[in-house]
């Protein structure tokens, strides 16, 4: 009777995780009296012009690390493997949409024109090329190797690049970003899961999703290298940025 309810506990996580019902919980406690990701009374803090211009800058490239995730989380939905994971990664593309709107809406806060065109102005040189990585593995309908580049690579990328950017940034900026890294810990928390599941069962997919590591990590890298000069990070803090992006991976479980 316990080893039956052991075995069924899992399953009863799973449904329960993967649940637009568990994703309203989660995101009414932190989205709930918010206009585009802060608070209204949120004041905005005196930002010099060329710090604000960096932050533009910073902002325009979430903004194609957002894309890459919305339009990888709903390629991915037409061919996951069951109705639980794809039921998530609807919650996940609602996520990764929002993400961009409010980013999207910080940059005309800052008094950007036109967000569209400045994104295309000021992307760096390696994040396209990740984005259009990430979407030719979804388009290939790899389910491991595009859950593990998309929900793995890509959020630990941002994660440890929203964490750094949070502690420095100002009120409304940390407020919005603080509102995105609790969503993309969750995004986190069901690659490791769905991937963990799965190597458990296959162990020789390990060996396919260390190639991917070994292809984009050098695009991670360098995009943190191109970033770094436009987030507002004291330079101490700067070589944190790859180790904690490595670290993260680590701690999922992936290691080279
Ligand atoms: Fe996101
Ligand atoms: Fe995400």
Known sequence: ???????????????????????FHSVEGYLADTEFGHRPGTPEAEIP??????????LCNYCIGETAALEGASGLIGFAPNRQTKIFLATQVVDEARHLEVLMHRMTEL?????EAEIKRRATRTLPLFRRRLLELVASKDWEAAIFAQNVILEAMEFAAFQAHARNADPITREVLE?????????MGFGENELGRRLAATPHVRARLLQ?????????????????????IPRSER????????????RLGFTA
């Open 212 to 232: 991917v590591k070994r292809e984009l990590d050098p695009l991670v890298l360098e995009t943190f290298e191109e970033m770094l000069a436009e987030l507002a």
């Open 1 to 23: 009777m316990s080893r039956e309810v052991h075995a069924l506990a899992p399953d009863e996580f799973l449904e329960e995780v993967h649940s637009f019902e568990f994703w």
């Open 111 to 115: 008094g950007a024109k036109d967000p």
């Open 49 to 58: 012009p060329d710090r604000r211009e960096r932050l533009i800058t910073a």
């Open 179 to 187: 509102g995105v890294i609790k969503d993309e810990r969750r995004h």
């Open 239 to 250: 070589p944190e940025l790859g180790r904690n992006y490595l670290a993260t991976v680590e």
